[in-house]
């Protein structure tokens, strides 16, 4: 089985500032994981993705994720810090296929309301 | 390349009645997944499909139900319908099954409201 959380329901930085969204996810075998970005009444962006190679990974808008397997997280980061990088993030992950786990689509995490004051 | 097309983008329905959606996935993707939307449970995964098989099937009723054509294009069906079916129901499009490491891309949502 598979499973995301994201302990934040939300996360207030300032303008310029440094942002984290939190995520730790739970699977039988190997993760994928990804980022998506949501503005109301949208569906969702895609921002980056760890499948294999570098923990870390660089994506859309200057946005970046450390991938941790031993604390099985992938915590969203930036820099720094714009206000129309307000929104609903979301974590997911799969298993990889072949990889022991099951054949699921992606499991979201709740979401992370990042909001950005100017 | 255009991407992800979900029509209708806003549906008004009466309970018991029944509702097709429609996906058009990006051209040259062969998998297309159906995921819900709400408030109190968040992103749910529906069904996947690939090559016009369903390959993966989420934890819902019997009630919803989907299938590919041969241009990959897929609809969602949602029978008898509830007012806890009132959702936004997004699509998503990969180039192969399972992901594969490439991702998904995802429409912009039909906003489904039963009254």
């Known amino acids: 089985a598979q499973s995301v959380a994201q302990p934040e329901d939300q996360v207030n930085v300032a303008e310029g500032n440094p942002l984290t969204v939190k995520c730790t996810y739970s699977?039988?075998?190997?993760?994928?994981l990804f980022w998506y970005v949501q503005y109301p009444n949208r569906g969702l962006q895609f921002l980056l993705k760890y499948i294999t190679g570098d923990n870390l990974v660089k994506g859309s808008y200057g946005f970046e994720a450390e991938f941790n397997k031993s604390q099985t997280s992938f915590h969203l980061k930036k820099p720094s810090a714009l206000v129309s990088d307000s929104a609903l993030y979301f974590c997911a992950v799969r298993d990889a296929p072949y990889s022991g786990g099951g054949a699921d689509g992606l499991t979201f995490g709740k979401g992370t309301h990042l909001i950005i004051q100017p | 390349k255009a991407g992800v097309t979900q029509t209708p983008r806003y549906l008004i329905k009466t309970r018991g009645q029944q509702v097709t959606l429609s996906c058009s996935p990006i051209s040259g993707h062969r998998s297309v997944s159906w995921y819900q939307q709400t408030p109190g449970q968040g992103l749910q995964f529906l069904f996947e499909y690939f090559s016009e098989t369903q390959r993966n099937k989420g934890n819902f009723p019997g009630r919803f139900s989907g299938r590919q054509f041969s241009n990959s294009r897929s609809e969602m069906n949602v029978s008898t319908l509830e007012l806890g079916d009132s959702a936004l129901y997004l699509c998503?499009?990969?180039?192969f099954g399972q992901g594969r490491g490439y991702g998904y891309t995802f429409g912009s949502g039909t906003r489904l409201t039963v009254v």
């Open positions: 699977v039988s075998g190997n993760p994928y």
């Open positions: 998503a499009s990969s180039p």
